[in-house]
Structures are given as C-alpha cells and as structure tokens.
C-alpha cells in the first residue's frame, strides 16, 4: 500500500481548522445526499475500514471532515484499494488552504469547489502528493495576479516542466510527469489540472475519445473564472484563454465530454449521469451540434426500455462507442453529436441492430432488433467527417511574438533540467563497477530520464549475485515504467522473485523472464505486490499451486467479490490493492491471479487480444474463468491472417481490427498497434464464436473507404481470413502550382534550388517544433522510413525562425526518411507564396505539400493529422 505521512502544513491546518465550525457544503440535501453515499462506501470498504476512515478519528474540522466525507462517498475502487486516509486529507487541507488564500476562492460555488477543486483524481492516473509539493512554488508564481492571468501563467510553469512526448497508455502522475519532463497530451493535461487545482482555480480535464477526421484522440483543459469555463492547450501557453492548436480540429469533433466526479450538481448537459459521476458533454462549446434520437423497437414494433444504444465512430480501424445511451420508456436514446457519419449500434442481451447515419441527415432513427450473430455477411461503408470550417482570427502578430519568447525561455529552463539527468559516460562507470553489459546499461538509463536515481541505486544495492537478474528486470519492464518505478519497487520484484532453478526448469528461460520475473501486467501502475501476495496465501496452496494451478482459481474465487461499476475510472486497482479491499472490477482481479501466480513461480499473463488471464502448465497456456464466467464448451478455433495488399501492408489499428461477439455488441480484440499482418506469424487461437472483420482506408478529410465482413470460427476450425482493403478510384486532382525555382536556406547556412530535388517529387512543410502537431509528423513519417526511403523523393521541413526556439535542435530528430532536410522560411516568404502572396494568418501549421517534377501540388495537409507517410505513399504511387 502506498500510505502517504502527514506533513507539517496538515498537522497546522488540522489544529487552526479545527475551531472552524462553518459547512464546506452549504446546501443541505446535497450534504445528506453526500453523507448517505458515505455510509454506503464505508460499508463496501470495510475491509479497509482503519486505513481508511481512522482519519476521522482525528482533530479535524466541520470542513476538513465533509471534504473527505465528499470523496469517499464517489471515489472509485482503485482509490479505496490503493491509498489511506491521512493522504487524502493531506490533498484537501491543501485545497481548503487554496479557498482560504487565493483572490478567488470566496467567488467560487461549493458545487465548483467540490467538483473540480478538491478531488485529487482527474482522470485514470495514480495519485501522488504533487499539491502538497508544489503549493507554494506555484501560489508564489501567481501572486498578484487574478484568476485568468493565473491560469495562463500556470500554464507557462506547467510548459517550463513538461512538454508533449507519445508514450504507452498508462498514466503517470502528476510527479512523475515531471520526474520525465515529458507526456503525452493525457498526461500533460492530468498534470496541468493538478497544478491549477493546486492554486484553488476550478480545472478539469477535456477529451475527445477519437477524432473524426484523424486515427488519434486528444485531451486538453478547462478552466472555470467568474462563471464561465475557458479552454487551454495543457503545457501548451497561449497569449489568451479559448485558444489552442486544437481549435480547428475540436470544431470537427463528433464527441467532447469530462467526467464530472461526484454525484450530479449543476446544469451543464450530460450524455449520462451515474450514480458517482456524470458523462458531461462539451461539444456545443466547441463545434455545431445536433440532437439525434434512436427509437429501439422489438419484432413486434414496440419500444424497447432498457435497450443501449452506443454511437459509434470510425477510428483505429474500428467502430468505437463514443457514448452508450440507454432507451427510455418509450425506446427512446438521445445523443448530441456533430455533424458526421455514425455508426448507431442498438443492443439489448443478444439482440441487436444497427445502421450508419448522416448526423446532418437524421432526427429520428428507428431500429429494429432482429439481427443474430451468425453467417457470414458483407457491408461497404462510405463514411464522412464533419467539414472544415472558416479558421478563427489569431492573437496580435506582437502577442504571439511576446509568448513565442516567453515559450523560448521556458525551453531552455526545461532543457538545463534535462541536462542535470545522468551522463552517458557516467552510465558507463556505473556499468563497470557493477560488472555490467555497458551498452545494456546505457540503454537503460538514457530511458530512465529523471528516474536515473532510483534506477542506478537499485542497480548498485543488488546483490552481486543477482545483478544480471536485476539488468534483466530492468529490460523487460515499459520505458514509462523505468522513469517512475521506485527502487523499493524493483527490490520486492528482485528478492522475492522465486528463481528459475528452483522451479526445477520445467519450462525454457523466456517463459520464467516474461511470464514470472516481469513485474509487467497490463497497464497498471507497478506495486510491491511479490512478498506481499506469496505470503498472504496460506502455506497448502503455496505448496501445491505449481502442480496445480487451478487451485489459485478457487483461492480468487472464495476472497474476491466483483463490482464492475464503482471502478469508473478505469484505473487498474493494484494487485495488492485488490487483496486488501477485496473487492475489485474484473479487469483488475484477472491482474492479480497472474499477480498471484508470478508470485509462486507460475508463468501467467493475460493473453494478447483477448485480455484472457491464463497461466502455463503441461507445456500449454490454460485459461482463466472464475465463478461469475461462463467456461466455453468447446475447444479453440484457429484463425490465420492473410493478404494480398502490398502498397501499403495492412496494419493492425491502422487499417483493420477483429472483433468477438459478446453481450449483443462486437468487442475488438486487442492486438499491438503498427503491427502489420505480416507480422502474424502463427495462426490465432481463438475461442469459437461470431467474428467481425473491420477495415478502413482514410483517404481524405472528407470520405473513408470501410467495409464490414462477419464470420463464424468453429471449434477446431482452421480459417484463413484475406485482408483485403478497399481501394480510392478517383481520378488525381491537381492542386495548385508551387514555383520549384524557390531557394531553400538550409539548416547550417547553405541554400539549394528545389528544382534539383523534385524529380521524384518533394515534400515541404511548414513546421512548429514545439507544437503536437509537428510532432505528430515527425513520429509518423519513420514508421514509413523503408516505403519513403524507396521512393526516393525529398523532404523538406522549414522553420519561421521568429517563432522557432533556441532548444530545437533538428539533429535529435531520428528516424526520418533519408532524404530529409531542414530550412528556414524567414518572414514566410515561401509559405506568403503558396498562400497567393496575401496574409497566411488564418493558414494552420504544419502545413504540407507534395509537389510533383513540373511543380504540381497533388497533395496539401493542413493543420492536425495523423498517418501523414502513407497518405504520401498512396499519392507518389
């Protein structure tokens, strides 16, 4: 258990608030509302009951007591599992100070307070004591100012810490985030919260599930000054509130929303409320909306109650439910969408039905349910995406040019952080006096970025006969996980890791690296579960497992009980975590049988695709159901991908997804992302049932190419499925001319003709490097790096050297293609160009083009995309 110490700042808060007897929540049926949720929490939580509730037991005040009281009675399993009660009450002494101190805490409504003030959790990280850290650096940063300027100026602190990188879909906290410098835009958003939250400014975390236009999703923050909410890029500063890189794309999305912890409060639409939180639907704010309404009927042509309606979206290949409404009395589902093409997916146990819409097109949908899972069956779909609309008007030239400084310095602050991290030739002194592979060593600690204490400290207190095994350790685990791991962590999983000689070698090495020694799951934060769980089951079971592993089954069975809706934010709940509360979702309790096993010696994992826990005995993988399970009755079917699709080769998210029938509804298997089907090597062993195949090929903003294919997989069948991805047969359209007598100023003082370059054709973009969609480009286009290489053509990446920081260093870009250069554009004289020699202010960057040998453009992408090298490769071909 992570159990946090109460500090000098909570032990004076709790003895000077104790004499303040006035209500935190001043609306009394809300607060009866709040105290008989409590009482149910204490109740599910019992048996965590001292770790949790003995705070209350101690000298706190009237709003020390209905702060906490407001957070366990909506907190979600994994923050009743996983952390004590003094650290909440450390977070909200620091919240209720922020009220007390801050210019604006009297003007904020307990509602806002208690909805986006206090509560530690923003979305699905693990907490950390991130305000009790920072609060007075930050309130000193903001003295005098008043709460907009406040939340800009939080905004360039949060940027001088933390700038956008993509990495896995764990969340790292807010401590962490900073620990690495680095996060992608769920995390630079999740830490941003924390530190306007930490400053008494009213913040939430906003996210698009998936973009329309692009295989991507986002999330941002907004902030609420004076009764209204204003957005701003996380990490991301701005001159002005309600502005972002984001802009355009937002004004295109299908689906904005928050989660809004607690029970329900305010008057903002809501796509759902819940009993602890409320789905809370943002997108009018943003983009032009619509109401559409499914009306669900049975064969009989009567209302359906109950029956849930999940509108889906194109995105990653797959059909994803941005919301699931259920039906009303009279079968009625309403959703506020944009103005794009929808997937409506209607369900009620078995049965289900469903059909694209044009949102623009529709008012009331009826649907049907008589469709069965069974045969085979194919659909084309041509599905398309909310228009692009006029841009907005931008800040002054002179504001942007003062916070373009601004941003500058804060590179810099930030880079001389970084460069304080552990040298390369330091990484090689520690290598050799721990008698280690050097290259190995380097590798690990260039990755541990701000963690490189931890990481070299547990290297060096291993026992000398366990180092290779802690080098091990340290290559098995995620690049996330080496820049926030404890070492105290890293000790458990290395002491008490049972060894691969003591369990007789009935299995080759990798097994007992990947499937034992790895404390790796899922995407859980990773705890010190090893000891913990090996000597909390009793000795018979510890003694018999391995000869039988389904005991453990029972073991689970017996001490588990499942709840599947109070983990609503879906934050893995520890394995630990899950022994102590014992109760826990089932995602979280498949985690802590493989935790289990691991912990005897037992090769265990959740099989990919399936997420299915199984563990490995008599030279087989065996799987995992529990009491609540239902046991297949069949044998596995085997299924084999195949294609005939060269240019490009079929990936994985990118461009198909498989999915099994279960409950009414598809559920795509969970296969890695750019994984090509080449890469599917052997056959897939899969449990019998109704399939579906989805492909896609984006082939521009406005149209996707997607079909449809259903399929049966019997019980020792063995079925080869052709991939096959439909193609675009509309005629190339020339899109303008772009002058190839043009010199380039190159990077380093030389210049060139594009002349000399084009007769395979060129790229040119227009870049800002610190902004996430430039980085986007400069992530996707090495995924294509051989394809684009094999072209032979030129890229060329240019720079307005007045909005370019000193940090930007071209040469720490890997991976480009070959043939990849990098320019300047002073004063946009080419880009004024390509505009038709008038202002390019409403243009959004990057902006690309591919020009063809005679100086045609045959492709333009503006603004945010993803996917950028194969659109290039689909046009050059």
């Not at 709790?14 to 049926?29: P, V």
């Not at 721990?434 to 547990?458: E, H, L, P």
Request: glycine letters at 6%; proline letters at 4%.
């Amino acid at each position: 258990m992570r159990k946090a110490t109460i500090n000098i700042i909570s032990v004076i808060l709790i003895i000077s608030g104790a004499c303040t007897n006035t209500h935190l929540i001043g609306d009394k049926e809300y607060r009866s509302e709040i105290e008989a949720s409590f009482a149910e929490r204490k109740k599910l939580a019992q048996n965590r009951s001292n770790e949790l509730f003995s705070v209350f037991r101690s000298r706190i005040s009237r709003q020390q007591k209905e702060a906490l009281e407001f957070l366990f009675a909506y907190m979600p399993l994994s923050d009743l599992a996983d952390y004590n009660g003094d650290f909440f009450l450390m977070n909200a002494n620091i919240a209720l100070r922020a009220r007390k101190e801050s210019a604006w805490g009297k003007n904020v409504p307990d509602d806002i307070f208690l909805h986006y003030v206090l509560p530690v959790r923003v979305n699905n990280e693990n907490l950390d004591s991130f305000r009790i850290k920072y609060y007075n650096e930050i309130s000193s940063r903001i003295k005098g100012l008043d709460a907009a300027s406040s939340a800009l100026e939080i905004n360039h602190w949060c940027h001088e810490k933390v700038i956008y990188q993509p990495s896995d879909i764990r969340t790292s906290a807010p401590l962490s985030t900073v620990l690495s410098a680095r996060g992608r835009c769920g995390e630079e958003s999740t830490f941003a919260v924390a530190a306007l939250r930490t400053a008494g400014i009213p913040a939430r975390q906003v996210y698009t599930p998936r973009w329309a236009h692009s295989d991507d999703n986002h999330a941002w923050v907004e902030v609420w000054i004076n009764g209204n909410w204003y957005y701003m890029g996380a990490c991301e500063p701005e001159p002005a509130l309600d502005r972002g890189w984001f802009t355009e794309p937002a004004r295109r999305a299908m689906l904005i929303n928050t989660k809004s912890f607690g029970a329900y409060y305010g008057k903002e639409q809501a796509t759902v409320h819940y009993r602890n939180y409320s789905d809370i639907n943002n997108l009018s704010k943003y983009a032009v909306t619509k109401n559409i309404f499914i009306k669900v009927l049975n064969r009989e042509n009567k209302p359906v109650k109950d029956a849930i309606v999940e509108f889906r979206l194109y995105n990653y290949a797959e059909f994803y439910p941005l919301a699931a409404v259920a039906t009303d009395e009279n079968g009625l589902s309403r959703f506020e969408t944009g103005l794009g093409d929808l997937l409506i997916w209607a369900r009620k146990g078995d049965e289900f039905s469903f059909k694209k819409i044009t949102v623009n097109e529709t008012d009331t949908l009826p649907l049907i349910l008589d469709r069965k899972a069974e045969g085979n069956d194919y659909l084309s779909l041509d599905l398309g995406v909310p228009v692009v609309r006029t841009p907005f008007e931008g800040p002054s030239r002179q504001l942007i040019s003062e916070n373009n400084s601004r941003i500058n310095e804060e590179n810099m602050i930030r880079q001389a952080h970084i460069d304080t991290w552990m040298k390369s030739q330091d990484a090689v002194a520690l290598a050799e006096k721990i008698d280690a592979d050097t290259s190995a060593i380097k590798d690990i600690i260039s990755r541990s970025m701000g963690n490189y204490r931890d990481i070299s400290q547990f290297l060096l207190n291993a026992p000398v006969e366990d180092r290779k095994l802690a080098v091990k350790l340290l290559t098995l685990v995620a690049d996330k996980d080496l820049r926030d791991i404890k070492k105290e962590i890293l000790e458990d999983h290395l002491s008490n890791a049972i060894r691969y000689k003591d369990i007789g070698n009935t299995y080759d090495s990798a097994l007992y690296y990947n499937y034992v020694l790895n404390p790796r799951i899922a995407n859980e934060i990773i705890g010190p579960w090893r000891k913990y769980l090996f000597e909390s089951i009793n000795g018979d079971l510890r003694k018999n497992a391995r000869s039988d592993p389904s005991k453990i089954i029972g073991y689970v069975n017996d001490r588990i009980i499942i709840d599947d809706s109070d983990n609503y934010y879906k934050t893995p709940i520890t394995p630990a975590g899950v022994d102590g509360l014992r109760v826990s979702d089932k995602f979280s309790r498949d985690i802590y049988i493989v935790a289990i096993c691991r912990s005897l010696g037992i090769p265990s994992r959740l099989e990919p695709g399936s997420n299915m826990p199984q563990y490995f005995f008599n030279n087989a993988w065996n799987d995992v159901y529990f009491a609540d399970e239902k046991r297949p009755s069949q044998g596995k079917g085997y299924l084999r991908l195949t294609s005939t699709e060269k240019q490009p080769v079929p990936e994985y998210y990118i461009h198909f997804t498989i999915a099994r029938f279960e409950g009414g509804r598809y559920q795509t298997l969970e296969y890695g992302e750019n994984k090509r089907i080449t890469d599917f090597k052997d056959e897939l062993a899969l449990v019998p049932g109704h399939y579906m195949l989805v492909t896609g090929n984006r082939i521009s903003d406005s149209r996707i190419l997607s079909s449809i294919s259903f399929f049966d997989l019997k019980e020792n069948e063995h079925k080869v499925l052709n991939v096959k991805i439909r193609k675009d047969t509309s005629p190339a359209e020339i899109l303008g001319r772009f002058d190839l007598k043009s010199n380039i100023m190159l990077t380093g003082g030389s210049d060139l003709t594009l002349e000399k370059m084009a007769q395979k054709g060129v790229v040119i973009t227009w870049i800002e490097p610190d902004k996430e969609p430039t980085k986007h480009i400069l992530n996707d286009l090495p995924l294509l790096k051989k394809e684009l290489d094999q072209w032979g053509g030129y890229f060329i990446f240019l720079t307005d050297t007045s909005g370019t920081g000193t940090t930007f260093k071209p040469e720490t870009i890997k991976g480009l293609p070959s043939n990849s250069l990098f320019g300047t554009d002073n004063e946009s004289v080419l880009l004024r160009q390509l505009c038709g020699g008038i202002s390019c202010s409403t243009v959004r960057l990057p902006l690309m083009i591919l020009v063809n040998k005679t100086g045609d453009i045959i492709f333009r992408s503006e603004g945010y995309t993803i996917g950028i090298g194969e659109q290039i490769l689909k046009k050059v071909r």
